[in-house]
């Protein structure tokens, strides 16, 4: 949450966009470096030493942190002028910083008169109509980047492929961290909407990739005798089997057919092999069964590989920045802190609620009507940018407040000005949008 607010505030707007988006560009380099690692660890036992690893990076950050000077933004909030002027000129080199000095002064002196002072800021936000409908859009945008389902594939990536008929752990997290490293990939409202299309376009893939698999699923041709009574017995697909978390496929395969197939319990100490039978006991033999825990068989596997490295290369440039991009930009001064913690709090809140029901969803509405689902969700998040997510890019933060003073979602279809560029001045206090034959009363 810090740091987008941070490089919005220090940047100078033509390059505002980018320097946030290198942001997120670095974070999704990291979770590739991570999968990498990883995957290192995976053939080395015991694996916690990969956290502690974690705080490496961790240490050389809190240090980085000392050498950044303040926004200048905040300085002056603060009252402390010189050192903003300092900062200021400190981060834009030779460039003149005057015009910019006064016009982020001036706007933090309106702020102050309009806000009033004391109270909750929330409250405020809330009583304040521009301020609470940039509020509702950066917390949309946040809920929507997290419902398109982007940890799910983060976190649980192996697992998909896994599902997906790929059979080896190690070759699962290997291929996630190829996977991510696809994220790794470099006007924000139509990057969004093609963002979003994209990412609606991969899920449908994915779904179809399960779809085909479950269409195809290999029968069960044997029903050993269940002393335990458990359920596995009553299935007669792979399908279902696997989705039941407390039963195996044990199969045999001869080229690309399978037979002598049947379901049953998982060995509550290990899923690597069932809890009694043939496949209780694998051996390295070639005859030997193979044991299939939450997965099946199959030869679409490839389908859900390329919607995956498709959801990454579409979400990257689009929803995965621009969501911190836009909350860093539409809140003014006295309102961006809050502002930034509400809809970071909304992505997280809903980052943990995607994550943690996956599976379970995957369950009841299968793998196929999982993906499905958050194609839908997608569908509604384009739905939400398209009529309530204006383009602020190249605009002065202090102007950006000018784009929500109509209603609620009427802001979308296209800035005030129409393609114009906007250029606010000055008049007596206030922001201004001159018409082509407004002449005077500038000051």
Not at 49 to 78: C, D, I, N
Not at 284 to 294: H, L, Q, V
Request: aromatic share 12%; glycine share 10%.
């Amino acid at each position: 949450m810090t740091v987008p607010v941070y490089i919005a505030e220090v940047s100078p707007p033509h390059l505002r966009g980018q320097l946030v988006t290198i942001n997120s560009l670095f974070i999704t380099g990291g979770q590739f470096i991570a999968s990498v690692v990883d995957g290192a660890f995976s053939y080395f036992e015991p694996r916690w030493y990969m956290l502690g690893l974690s705080t490496l990076p961790a240490v050389l950050q809190f240090f980085g942190f000392l050498f950044l000077p303040e926004s200048p933004r905040w300085l002056l909030q603060k009252g402390r002028s010189q050192e903003a002027r300092q900062v200021l000129s400190q981060i834009r080199g030779n460039q003149s910083i005057d015009e910019e000095y006064d016009a982020i002064r001036t706007n933090i002196e309106e702020e102050e008169k309009e806000a009033g002072g004391g109270g909750f800021i929330i409250l405020r936000i809330l009583g304040h109509g521009p301020t609470r409908r940039a509020l509702i859009v950066g917390c949309g945008l946040q809920m929507f980047q997290q419902l398109s389902g982007i940890n799910t594939v983060m976190y649980y990536s192996a697992t998909i492929l896994q599902m997906a008929g790929v059979r080896d752990d190690k070759q699962a997290i290997w291929l996630a961290a190829a996977t991510s490293a696809t994220n790794f990939v470099v006007g924000r409202r139509k990057l969004t909407l093609g963002s979003l299309l994209g990412t609606g376009f991969s899920l449908t893939l994915l779904a179809v990739g399960f779809l085909l698999s479950a269409q195809n699923s290999p029968p069960i041709t044997l029903h050993p005798v269940d002393l335990q009574n458990s359920t596995c017995r009553q299935y007669e697909s792979c399908e279902f089997c696997m989705l039941d978390p407390n039963c195996g496929f044990c199969y045999r395969e001869n080229g690309t057919s399978v037979y002598d197939s049947s379901c049953v319990p998982v060995n509550q100490l290990s899923t690597d092999h069932a809890a009694w039978g043939r496949c209780s006991n694998q051996t390295e033999a070639t005859d030997s069964p193979i044991w299939a825990y939450n997965y099946c068989p199959t030869s679409y596997s490839w389908v859900v590989l390329m919607g995956l490295i498709l959801y990454l290369a579409f979400f990257a440039p689009g929803m995965g920045p621009m969501p911190w991009t836009v909350n860093s930009e539409i809140y003014p001064l006295w309102a961006r802190s809050t502002g930034n913690a509400c809809s970071a709090g909304v992505n997280w809140i809903f980052n943990v609620l995607v994550s943690l029901t996956f599976l379970h969803v995957a369950e009841f509405l299968t793998y196929y009507g999982a993906f499905f689902m958050y194609t839908g969700l997608v569908v509604l998040g384009l739905l939400f940018v398209q009529g309530c997510l204006p383009e602020t890019q190249g605009l002065q933060l202090e102007d950006i407040e000018n784009l929500f003073t109509g209603q609620l979602c009427s802001c979308g279809g296209s800035s005030p000005n129409g393609n114009r560029h906007v250029h606010y001045i000055r008049v007596k206090g206030n922001n201004y949008l001159p018409s082509d034959n407004d002449a005077s009363d500038v000051e």
